[in-house]
């Protein structure tokens, strides 16, 4: 994979210890992580509920973290603003949320944080090719979302290969990240396929210490 694409492993916080993530968050920057992964889920858009704003800002205080915060919710327009005040560097919204996508994500720019757009599994690439320009990173579910610890569908490995070669012909430098059943196992795997921003939630956060854990990805990568 050519350099400007550098491989980044973002883990969910889906997966951790949800009484104690002041903790979780920086025993992630002490192994030397640089990102982290957010899912926001609201009841509706996914059947699961789980962090909002505050939750996000109190943790902002505590963390240096890149905060990749994940939007699974119903009609984000309502809250982006509120997200980018609570200390989110990038919203990812998903394409079948949002009535007029590019809308959206011209806000979320105006607004002043990165800006992803995810796709469900069965969610044409169509949807983004488009509006990549625009785009800091496109996020490619590799699970249907609203929970943790899911098995990989398949079909999603050529849908990424589909994208990386759209942004190469378009000549950007627009990250692709892969979420849902991401292991060691086959993170080199999908980094063949064009992504290179992983999110791992039981995968990563089941196995401490979180140091170790992360360089066994990292191995896993560079094998």
Known sequence: MPSEYPFIL???????????IGEELAA??????????????????????????????????QSK??????????????????????GADLLCVHAEA????????????????????????HTPLDVVEYLLPQLDMVLVMSVNPGFGGQKFIPFTKKKMQRLRAMIQEQKLSTHIQVDGGITPENIREMAG????????GSAFFGFPPYADRYRTFLDALER
């Open 193 to 200: 396929h064009g992504a290179n921003v992983f999110v791992s």
């Open 65 to 86: 973290l890149f905060f990749d915060v994940h939007l699974m919710i119903e009609q984000p327009d309502r809250y982006l603003s509120e997200f980018v005040d609570a």
């Open 28 to 61: 992630l920057e002490q192994a030397g992580l640089e990102w982290v992964h957010w899912d926001v889920m609201d009841g509706a858009f996914v059947p699961n509920i789980t962090f909002g704003p505050p939750v996000i800002k109190a943790c902002r205080t």
């Open 10 to 20: 973002t883990p969910s916080l889906l997966s951790s210890d949800f009484s104690r």
């Open 98 to 121: 949002c009535t007029h996508l590019e809308r959206t994500v011209s806000e979320i720019v105006r607004l002043g944080a990165k800006c992803g757009v995810a796709l469900n599994p």
